[in-house]
């Protein structure tokens, strides 16, 4: 069965940082792409960033760049978001979701979410 638990989210600052991990099991992680999608309250799903199966391709949202790095971690079947200089429109759910291949971006799971607060 595939399982992703997100862990790493609260409330900061705007300004602030925070790192978010994905916990990944009942699948070859290193097999898959990755990505992280997000949900603003009383909006829809926003695709945030994605990693190839070696973390050897990146891709972001235009407003995510420069600010947020995603990376993965394969011995751990971990997935991370870094997210600096937060602010308080990236106040939402975020979620870690599984592609459909080593660069396919298409996504097949998600797990629950983590949410994060930006707020002074």
């Known amino acids: 069965e595939v399982q992703l638990v997100e862990s790493g989210g609260g409330l900061v600052q705007p300004g602030g940082s925070l790192r978010l991990s994905c916990a990944a099991s009942g699948f070859t992680f290193d097999d898959y792409a990755m990505s992280w999608v997000r949900q603003a309250p009383g909006k829809g799903l926003e695709w945030v960033s994605a990693?190839?199966?070696?973390?050897?391709?990146?891709y972001y949202a235009e407003s995510m760049k420069g600010r947020f790095t995603i990376s993965r971690d394969n011995a751990k079947n971990t997935l991370y978001l870094q997210m600096n200089s937060l602010k308080s429109e990236d106040t939402a759910v975020y979620y870690c979701?599984?592609?459909?291949?080593?660069?396919?971006?298409?996504?097949?799971?998600w797990g629950k979410g983590t949410l994060v607060t930006v707020s002074s």
């Open positions: 990693i190839s199966w070696n973390g050897g391709s990146t």
């Open positions: 979701a599984k592609g459909l291949g080593p660069h396919g971006y298409g996504m097949d799971y």
